[in-house]
């Protein structure tokens, strides 16, 4: 195999298509006998001159670069092109900034039970041969000759295998045995994981591969509220239980939970929940004396 010459791959909604198949027929992989629980495997393909705002996951995030060149921003810049790949542990922060060429990313999304560190290297790696381990695997869904999801798992956990030597695993830490989730817990787990960041309807779309259209219309019909309207909520109740549980100051507060501006996180409580932030902690106070 001539890892010189780098593997062409599908267009983005046939690549989309066979990475949701994959996901389905491979939801769990085991390594050394551990199990690595897959959540999601999806290409992405952001405009170019978009940044991807410093944001953080709850789960294990790896991105490899397909095609074209990205700017890797967080803790230093780093270019990078085909077949480089780097690994974010759970609630670690990142952020991405296109060239100006489009890239083509493939986001791998897993869970472990025992966290691992992934410290960022001083480079992350380029391994073109990652890039045909997945071209063998997208071959193998677009085919679906007899017994090929066994073969997509079998080359699946190949290429985890790989980036999970990164952070050094499977030898000090075991798989997590998470459930499975929807659209709507998706959307509503990385509003909670970023509460404290500015985040738009864009934000909220690159991070679950959707339009802002779909994205809306979903999460409504899911949940019966829209995503802005639930992102409010989520603030806002993290704003009560600080202004209950702590001392901190509104300034402070109003900064966790991604309201800098204190005058209008004072207008943003009071419009919630009738009250200013003030009488809110005196009232709580009180009913604890």
């Not at 999601?40 to 670069?65: L, T």
């Not at 090929?148 to 985890?160: D, E, F, P, Q």
């Not at 109740?237 to 509104?250: H, M, N, Q, V, Y």
Request: hydrophobic share 40%; glycine share 6%; charged share 20%.
């Amino acid at each position: 195999m001539g890892y010189n010459q780098l593997p062409v791959f599908p267009p983005l909604p046939e690549l989309r298509r066979l990475c949701r198949r994959i996901t389905r027929a491979a939801p769990e992989v085991s390594l050394g006998g551990h199990r690595v629980l897959v959540h999601e495997i999806r290409p992405n393909n952001i405009q170019v001159g978009h940044r991807v705002r410093e944001h953080v996951h709850s789960f294990y995030e790896s991105h490899i670069v397909l095609e074209g060149s990205a700017v890797y921003l967080t803790g230093g810049e780093q270019l990078m092109q085909p077949g480089g790949a780097l690994l974010h542990g759970p609630h670690t922060l990142h952020e991405w900034q296109e060239p100006d060429a489009p890239c083509l990313r493939l986001l791998i999304w897993f869970s472990l039970e025992t966290a691992v560190p992934v410290p960022r290297p001083a480079q992350w790696p380029t391994w073109p041969e990652l890039l045909w381990d997945l071209s063998l695997l997208l071959a193998e869904a677009e085919n679906m000759d007899r017994g090929w999801h066994y073969r997509a798992t079998a080359r699946l956990t190949v290429v985890i295998s790989r980036l999970l030597t990164i952070a050094g695993w499977p030898e000090e830490a075991q798989a997590a045995p998470v459930s499975r989730t929807d659209f709507a817990a998706v959307v509503d787990q990385f509003l909670r994981d970023n509460l404290a960041r500015p985040l738009t309807l864009l934000d909220i779309a690159d991070h679950v591969g959707a339009s802002q259209r779909t994205l809306c219309r979903q999460f409504q019909e899911q949940t019966g509220t829209t995503v802005m309207e639930h992102l409010s909520t989520l603030r806002m109740d993290r704003a009560a239980a600080l202004l209950s549980e702590t001392d901190a100051p509104l300034y402070d507060i109003g900064d966790q939970v991604g309201m800098p501006d204190p005058s209008y996180f004072v207008r943003r409580f009071k419009r919630h929940f009738h009250t200013t932030p003030h009488v809110y902690r005196v009232q709580v106070a009180n009913r604890k004396g």
